[in-house]
């Protein structure tokens, strides 16, 4: 049994290190994911106000700036690939629709 040890002394060492280190790296990978997961969703909920925000103020105007257009447009796409909704697809494509005045205008 000694001579088993003996001549199995670095696979064993080998082994022992990673049943610690597997288990320590799937926590952080855990943790990690935990966390991106919570930072979509607040800015997804940020964005959704926003997108909200804009879209309520053009149609109370009854029109829409360039500059908002374009802020909106990036808004919705980063808001979709986050996993967005429909309900303010539905609210930004009526937006959207509104005429659109040059910036200089306001």
Do not use: W
């Not at 064993?12 to 990978?29: D, E, M, R």
């Not at 808001?79 to 959207?96: F, P």
């Amino acid at each position: 049994m000694e001579d088993f040890f003996t001549a199995h002394k670095l696979q064993l060492f080998v082994a022992t290190i990673q049943c610690g280190i597997i288990p320590f790296v799937y926590s952080l990978y855990s943790s990690h994911n935990k966390r991106s997961k919570a930072r979509d969703e607040a800015l997804r909920s940020i964005l959704r106000t926003e997108i909200i925000r804009i879209c309520m103020k053009a149609e109370k105007r009854g029109y829409l700036f360039m500059y908002e257009l374009e802020n909106l447009n990036d808004m919705f796409n980063a808001y979709s690939a986050l996993g967005g909704n429909g309900a303010v697809k539905a609210l930004y494509e009526i937006t959207i629709k509104l005429p659109h005045i040059p910036n200089d205008k306001e």
